[in-house]
């Protein structure tokens, strides 16, 4: 069975930029979750998708935005980047609710903001 | 809100012991732990789930205390193998999402 897998691997911007992420579940998950990672401040949740329907959001500012598809294959979006916005960005899929079901983590996205 | 994770970091011999513990501000339904090691994803470890279910490794044990609103990971005759970081995400109802702590880096020596 594929995992997720998430495209592209590596993405470097300049400020005000925007970028779009693509994530893959595996097959049959219908849950996406989507984290960012920076350097001591561990998996922060950025939302989570179930069929198509944007279930949990966290605190980060409205530039970024997401969105499933039917197939659940998965996009987020960041408009007018930031330096700050530099991170790792990991998307997890599950067959239920991220909450009471187990996720499996793609490679992630390495993004760059300068 | 966050749960706190400790200790920060942890640096074992091969053989011994660990526990690594999380802790919220909040009641719980449930708590996830997850290993992740360094340049690559994190890997499931367990879910412990308000009422007593858990779904996870054998190998691994862990314990919810629903009432204090913590969970502690014990790590038994550590190996080379468990190093890297432990994060445990938390969630406080049964439709929110997981909030993970910044995470236990352990480190095992030969």
């Known amino acids: 069975k594929a995992g997720v897998t998430q495209t592209p691997r590596y993405l470097i911007k300049t400020r005000g930029q925007q970028v779009t992420l693509s994530c893959s579940p595996i097959?049959?998950?219908?849950?996406v979750s989507w984290y960012q990672q920076t350097p001591g401040q561990g998996l922060q949740f950025l939302f989570e998708?179930?069929?198509?329907?944007?279930?949990n959001k966290g605190n980060f500012p409205g530039r970024f935005s997401g969105r499933q598809f039917s197939n659940s294959r998965s996009e987020m979006n960041v408009s007018t980047l930031e330096l700050g916005d530099s991170a790792l960005y990991l998307c997890?899929?599950?067959?239920?609710?991220?909450?009471?079901?187990?996720?499996?983590f793609g490679p992630g996205t390495r993004l760059t903001v300068l | 809100q966050q749960p706190v994770q400790s200790p920060q970091a942890v640096i074992l011999r091969e053989g011994e012991d660990a526990v690594i513990n999380c802790s919220s501000s909040?009641?719980?339904?449930?708590v996830h732990w997850y290993r992740q090691k360094h340049g690559e994803a994190p890997v499931f470890l367990m879910i412990?789930?308000?009422?007593?279910e858990q779904k996870g490794h054998e190998k691994i044990s862990a314990s919810f205390n629903e009432k204090k609103q913590q969970s502690s990971l014990y790590l038994t005759a550590s190996q080379l193998s468990y190093s890297g970081t432990y994060f445990c995400?938390?969630?406080?109802?049964?439709?929110?999402?997981?909030?993970f702590g910044k995470g236990t880096k352990l480190s095992v020596k030969p």
């Open positions: 997890a899929s599950s067959l239920g609710p991220a909450s009471t079901d187990t996720q499996y």
């Open positions: 097959s049959g998950h219908r849950s």
């Open positions: 998708y179930f069929s198509e329907t944007q279930r």
């Open positions: 909040k009641a719980l339904y449930s």
């Open positions: 412990l789930l308000k009422g007593g």
């Open positions: 995400g938390t969630e406080g109802g049964s439709q929110g999402n997981l909030i």
